[in-house]
């Protein structure tokens, strides 16, 4: 099994810094892309910054030169950090992994979630 853990969200005000972290731990073979979402209230959830094992990045429009996306497969954790926040930058921040698990002989892929840390930017 695979648990992933959040941490690092909280309460802060609008043009101030945050940085999540997100841990995998488990009997994992290896991690492909993680990635961070945001479900803001009342909306669904959306996509925020990905990453590959290999380090290429990608970023939604609404955060580009926001937000860095980073990661230390040595110790299967990502991380968020994102400066001048807004109010629209509220919400609930989700971790996903995707994983591969071994059981022998089968290499097996599955997507996890952690169980989301909650961000809330005041103006």
């Known amino acids: 099994q695979v648990q992933l853990v959040e941490s690092g969200g909280g309460l802060v005000q609008a043009g101030g810094s945050l940085r999540l972290s997100c841990t995998a731990s488990?009997?994992?073979?290896?991690?492909?892309?993680m990635g961070w979402y945001r479900q803001a209230p009342g909306k669904e959830r959306e996509v925020v910054a990905g990453i590959t094992s290999g380090g290429s990045t990608n970023y939604a429009d609404s955060v580009k030169g926001r937000l860095t996306i980073t990661r230390d497969n040595a110790k299967n954790t990502a991380y968020r950090q994102m400066n001048s926040l807004k109010p629209e930058d509220t919400g609930v921040y989700y971790c996903?992994?995707?994983?591969?698990?071994?059981?022998?002989?089968?290499?097996?892929?599955?997507?996890?979630w952690g169980q989301g840390t909650q961000v809330t930017v005041s103006s």
């Open positions: 996903k992994t995707e994983v591969f698990t071994m059981s022998p002989p089968v290499l097996r892929k599955d997507i996890y």
């Open positions: 488990g009997s994992i073979f290896s991690i492909n892309s």
